[in-house]
């Protein structure tokens, strides 16, 4: 294997003890590294799946993944990524036979639900693909299947391609250049040559310095780290460490407002990502991060520096995950719907399959997990549009909502926060609907339309479809990172934008916002007092964050009215949360003869918590929320100390 530059799959299939006595043998016979992911490892050098991130960028020699009580959809590909020219990778599962019906521990990542839930789409995709010839199959009870006997040629690591690609880095003019490429093909080899040929002062910075070892190993000597969070410090205090470049290893890992202020200090920048991998995907982060910036060059790399093209494993593993590229095809002919569920995998997996590829291309953060999820997880509803057999267009919905009163007003009250309902319940956490969680409801979790059908009404098209399809839902909603752009398409559609986050997501760089559609009165009366309520929180709201493109808005100093007060208490007497409670507790302090010093040093003169807890003897944050709390409960019996009471006693009762 190793002459011919390739990587095989093992699959062990049996009862616990069996596959264990089998991968030890295994251990014995074939040295190597023989890193371990997955379950209780009985070899020292092991990782668990949620810790995988770590050993991106590093290789080794051998490896098992242990599937039998879940499979962990990320780890499995990020450690074939690690893996050498002549590495088995061993997959230990459960019998086949009975493997579909058995409950899966990763689905608590992912399922919404409170218990581990069995896979079986998922699992008999992969069983399917175990009839690959390419795969050693050994099953408990049952002879070895070898793989067939393919003459595969020998091979030699031939750098040529990352060679000349870096002789154009080396004599570019100052810009930013961007390479995308799949696992193994010296994306970090070819950053290594870079720094080690350029005569001047080179940075690297990446998620986690154990992952540039293959940089470091190419760039020799010359090799400087600095961490992501170092850097950027250095640049927003206008102290960035000199030199002629900055070397970005999987980009696509870091915050986009990350990078963004990053490469504005130095005047070359090299952003390296991988096209399909552990996090997402890097087509995703091209069309989001780099479309937004001027004169950009773009590189790819095709073919493998690791291992050889055809790679057994590699193949294996694209399939598995369906990390092939969508077909570009024409856009000729009829379109029409297909409304499918996850039940539908078995006799529609061409078509799904193809939503997944179409949702990788349009949205970075669509990962395996994403594919697990749209697979086998509940309540999920996909709605495609189809030309041709071809999917030029879908949209995944998810169900929320349908909770019992007495959860709502715990989730409400900040006391609960369950899996799932996304938009349900920040509607009662944050904008204080305590009915939001019990209507039922659709939520929009992603859409996707193929480049050559975009901006001709298509995405509005598959809007409305799922409002016909959404019986008995009182209303749709979504979650988006805030542009004027998307807030207007989402507008466009029928929605009506009910909140804005008060912090940026680290994976956009947006704030999140939120939009109601109603179907139903239930609907239509839940959208107009969330409506109301955002409107009487926006000019607050402003104050604390820094968004050009939301037009300003007076702040509203009415008098609190019944609904402030029920938040009031709710952050006074119980859990709600500060940043959801800001403008009830401005229109507290503009009518309210009680001091509260902390509370108006925060909102009303805007000081940091930081300095707060300096000048008052707090001991950090949660010291600092508890004197917030005390300031709001007094404020509210100043107002009527009888009400006061009362709302006090009825929060009680919610516990």
């Not at 720094?195 to 190419?218: D, E, I, Q, R």
């Not at 070397?247 to 130095?266: G, K, M, N, T």
């Not at 909102?603 to 300095?611: E, V």
Request: hydrophobic share 45%; charged share 20%.
């Amino acid at each position: 294997m190793s002459v011919c530059g390739i990587r095989r799959l093992a699959v062990l299939s049996g009862d616990a003890q069996w596959c264990l006595q089998q991968a030890a043998c295994w251990q014995q016979t074939l040295p190597g590294d023989w890193l371990w992911v997955g379950g209780a490892s009985p070899v020292a050098l092991s990782c668990a799946p949620d810790a995988i991130r770590t050993l991106l960028g590093r290789e080794f020699h051998h490896a098992v993944f242990d599937a039998r009580q879940g499979f962990h959809a990320e780890a499995f590909a990020a450690l074939a990524g690690t893996l050498r020219a002549g590495s088995w990778l061993l997959l230990l599962t459960p019998a086949l036979e009975s493997w579909a019906q058995q409950t899966d521990s990763d689905s608590l990542r992912w399922s919404e639900q409170p218990q581990p839930i069995a896979t079986p789409n998922f699992i008999r995709h992969l069983c399917q693909l175990l009839s690959d010839p390419q795969v050693l199959l050994h099953q408990q009870g049952a002879a070895v299947r070898w793989p067939d006997n393919h003459a595969f040629p020998p091979w030699q690591s031939q750098p040529g391609q990352q060679q000349a690609l870096c002789q154009q880095l080396l004599a570019s003019p100052p810009a930013l250049h961007v390479l995308t490429a799949g696992r193994g093909r010296g994306k970090s080899a070819l950053a290594g040559m870079l720094v080690h040929h350029w005569p001047g002062p080179c940075w690297v910075t990446a998620p986690a310095k154990a992952s540039t070892a293959v940089l470091s190993a190419f760039a020799g000597e010359r090799f400087q780290f600095i961490a992501p969070d170092r850097l950027l410090a250095l640049c927003r205090a206008g102290a960035p460490p000199q030199g002629d470049w900055l070397l970005v290893d999987e980009a696509a890992a870091i915050p986009a407002p990350v990078l963004r202020q990053l490469i504005q200090c130095f005047p070359r920048v090299l952003l390296t990502t991988t096209i399909q991998g552990y996090e997402g995907t890097g087509r995703g982060f091209v069309l989001k991060f780099c479309a937004s910036l001027p004169g950009v060059r773009m590189y790819s790399l095709s073919h493998p520096l690791r291992w050889a093209d055809n790679d057994p494993l590699e193949n294996w593993l694209h399939q598995a995950l369906i990390f092939n590229e969508p077909a570009i095809v024409s856009t000729d002919g009829e379109l029409h719907y297909d409304d499918l569920q996850p039940r539908d995998w078995r006799q529609a997996a061409d078509r799904l399959s193809q939503l997944y590829q179409l949702l990788c291309s349009a949205h970075y953060r669509t990962s395996p997990l994403d594919l697990r999820r749209m697979m086998d997880a509940p309540g999920q509803h996909f709605t495609l549009l189809v030309q041709q057999s071809r999917v030029q267009g879908g949209l995944w919905l998810v169900e929320e909502g349908g909770l019992d009163r007495a959860l709502a007003d715990r989730i409400w009250a900040g006391w609960r926060r369950p899996a799932g309902n996304l938009v349900a319940q920040s509607l009662a956490a944050h904008a204080g609907l305590r009915d939001a969680p019990q209507l039922s409801a659709r939520r929009i979790s992603r859409i996707a339309v193929a480049p050559a059908l975009r901006r001709q009404g298509v995405g509005r098209r598959l809007v409305a479809r799922a409002v016909q399809q959404a019986g008995g839902c009182d209303y749709l909603s979504v979650s988006f990172g805030y542009t004027t752009e998307l807030a207007a398409f989402w507008q466009a559609c029928g929605f009506q934008l009910v909140r804005i986050g008060s912090y940026r997501e680290a994976s956009s760089g947006c704030y999140t916002a939120m939009a109601l559609l109603p179907l139903t009165r239930r609907g239509s009366w839940l959208t107009e007092r969330a409506q109301r309520r955002f409107r009487d929180e926006l000019g607050w709201l402003q104050e604390m964050i820094d968004e050009p493109e939301l037009a300003p808005v007076a702040r509203c100093e009415r008098p609190p009215d019944q609904q402030d007060l029920l938040e009031l208490a709710g952050f006074a007497f119980a859990l709600r949360p500060f940043e959801a409670t800001r403008a009830p507790l401005g229109r507290l302090l503009l009518h309210s003869v009680e001091a509260m010093p902390l509370l108006r040093a925060t909102i009303l003169q805007r000081q940091p918590a930081a300095t707060l807890c300096q000048q008052f003897s707090l001991r950090g944050r949660r010291q600092l929320m508890a004197r917030w709390r005390e300031e709001a409960g007094r404020g509210l019996y100043s107002l009527d100390a009888g009400q006061a009471a009362s709302l006090q006693g009825q929060i009680r009762l919610l516990q």
